[in-house]
């Protein structure tokens, strides 16, 4: 069975650090386009993050840009999202999705999706 499994969700302070992991069962990402997306209550599912197949080209929201960093590692079929100096509005779920082909903010155009991982920035 094919799915994605994000995992390094928590409960964190205001300007501390956390790294999500999406790791991949089933089918090689070496193919996949990845985006981080991330729903908070009450909201839509919005794009927070995405990376190339290769991890040659990625890009970010402008909320998170500077603070956040996207990577893979192919050889273990993982991608990865260094978040920084986290904020009380970076609270939401976290999901992974991966699609073929460039990168789209539209969540609709994912065929892959993982369950979600819970980020929680509070003092």
């Known amino acids: 069975q094919s799915q994605l499994v994000e995992s390094g969700g928590g409960l964190v302070q205001p300007g501390e650090s956390l790294r999500l992991s999406c790791a991949a069962s089933?089918?090689?990402?070496?193919?996949?386009?990845i985006g981080w997306f991330r729903q908070a209550p009450g909201k839509e599912r919005e794009g927070v993050s995405w990376?190339?197949?290769?991890?040659?080209?990625?890009a970010y929201a402008d909320s998170v840009k500077g603070r956040f960093t996207i990577a893979r590692d192919n050889a273990k079929n993982t991608v990865y999202l260094q978040m920084n100096d986290l904020k009380p509005e970076d609270t939401a779920v976290y999901y992974c999705a991966a699609k073929i082909g460039f990168r789209s903010y539209y969540p609709a155009n994912y065929n892959y999706w993982g369950q979600g991982t819970q980020v929680t920035v509070s003092s």
């Open positions: 089933g089918f090689t990402l070496d193919y996949y386009t």
């Open positions: 990376i190339s197949n290769t991890g040659g080209n990625t």
